[in-house]
């Protein structure tokens, strides 16, 4: 059952993801994005990975993904005053896209099978756990990178207050 | 999983639906009595004993009603606002501890859908979600008015969704765990949370008026600025849906709030009653309690609507980044060093 349910949820995934990109209207480019991250929740609740899965749900469902929302229903982006694009900017778009393409297909050649026998805890996911994990061995990287994100903060209340320093 | 749990969990499912539905249905009349009283009138009288049948006559008038969809409206998302608004409003139960388990002869049933051990979590996350009705609503509507108030809902709740995490932070370093359940139980006996997180509580109950949109937070549909606010365009039932979807997401927030401070299905005297009243009818007392409870929280929203004026939108952020945010990082320190002290002494 979990094979089919697993099948299931990462085709929805996939079209959502492919919505995304070949809708006209950006506020439905990003509802469709919204449901793509729901689609991810529930390949971590599958995975056993309930607090990721939460956590997913609220960060990027309940808060980054409304915070697009917001800024493009301010914006109010339609076709009628959307920038004409170049040819140029098309086929450098298109380069790069192509580029990025070749390296994702590359790394996932490069990368083995996940070998199942490794996966010795499947619990690993639940709250406890990934605690445990978090604050014992990788301590010091999970704290480094709060202090990334808060200094990451501290830059955008600056760039924001410019003009009165 | 056998039959008969899927049969049970089926009923009580059905069960808190039937009467979240219910006690949204009497909400509205209680709101008018209770803005009745407050401003003293008398409310709705007309339709049977103390206009008791308001809420049918209202419920039939909705259904009854021309649907307008307005022919600018992107009208999936139109109708897919109101959907949303009501689904995230309903889904928050499942996670709520009713009452302590039933024992009808060997069978064990416990007055909750479902333990998962992020149950704090789970209700944040769908309290987050909640705001995606009012903006789906208010952009599909194509009306300033509707948009300007989508835009109000998305940043009030966003910015209030902080202090209320930080605020259970707080909490969660008293209890220890994130399972509801397990919350309840370690409550029992005057153990209440309001007595350890006094401070806590109090952000977390103005953020949750700020959350359900209520008085004195209501300015995503601030009458006298953005006429009827994102449900401007609605109509007929769909806009039932959203007010329904608020006295709903009242109820919910009002079970949470008792849940986690005020002890839950928990009361005094508890153990002796259960000793004397049995397996079926003592917890179904103590689910009794807990409803009296939230029908508690549910008036003091109303009383808090009918007795304190709006806020300005300046006023609303200022409170929210400037005040309930520091105090709940004091409060979480606080708590920390408290906790820090007893363990070492």
Known sequence: MGTSVFYFVATLSVIFSLLVIFSKNPVHSVLYLILTFFTFTVHYVLLNAQFLAVVNFIVYMGAIMVLFLFVLMLLNLNKDNEPLKSNMVKIVGVIAGCCLLVTLIGSLKATAVSDPVLLRNPDLGLLKNLGKELFGPFMLPFELSSILLLSAMVGAVLLTKKEKV | ?345
Request: glycine share 8%; proline share 4%.
């Open chain 2, 1 to 345: 999983m056998d039959i008969a749990f899927v049969i049970e969990k089926f009923i009580l499912v059905t069960i808190i639906f039937a009467i979240s539905l219910l006690i949204a249905m009497y909400s509205t009349y209680a709101e008018r009595k209770v803005a009745a009283f407050l401003q003293d009138r008398l409310g709705p009288d007309r339709a049977g004993p103390f206009g008791i049948l308001q809420p049918l006559a209202d419920g039939v008038k909705m259904f009854m009603k021309e649907e307008i969809i307005p022919s600018n409206a992107s009208k999936w998302l139109f109708m897919v606002g109101p959907g949303l608004a009501m689904l995230t409003a309903c889904i928050g139960t499942a996670v709520i501890p009713w009452g302590s388990a039933i024992t009808i002869g060997d069978r064990i049933i416990p007055l909750q859908v479902t333990d998962i051990n992020v149950g704090i979590l789970y209700i944040f996350g769908v309290v987050s979600l909640g705001v995606y009705g009012v903006m789906i609503g208010g952009w599909a509507s194509n009306n300033k008015y509707s948009l300007l108030s989508a835009i109000r809902a998305a940043s009030q709740n966003i910015s209030y969704e902080i202090a209320m995490g930080l605020s259970i932070i707080a909490l969660l370093l008293v209890t220890g765990t994130m399972s509801l359940k397990e919350i309840v139980e370690q409550q029992h006996g005057w153990h209440w949370n309001i007595l350890y997180q006094p401070l806590g509580f109090l952000i977390f109950m103005v953020c949750a008026f700020a959350e359900t949109n209520r008085a004195p937070f209501d300015l995503p549909e601030c009458e006298t600025e953005l006429i009827g606010g994102y449900h401007t365009e609605y109509s007929s039932m769909k806009l039932g849906f959203y007010l329904f979807a608020e006295y709903i997401n009242m109820f919910v927030s009002s079970a949470v709030m008792a849940t986690l401070y005020f002890g839950g299905y928990n009361y005094p005297g508890m153990d002796w009653v259960l000793l004397h009243t049995g397996p079926i009818i003592g917890p179904l007392i103590g689910t009794l309690v807990f409803f009296i409870k939230i029908f508690t929280f549910i008036f003091f929203f109303m009383w808090v609507r009918w007795t304190i004026p709006r806020f300005r939108y300046d006023q609303l952020m200022h409170l929210g980044w400037k005040g309930l945010i520091p105090l709940a990082i004091a409060n979480i320190i606080i708590t920390g060093i408290v906790i820090a002290i007893i363990e070492k002494f």
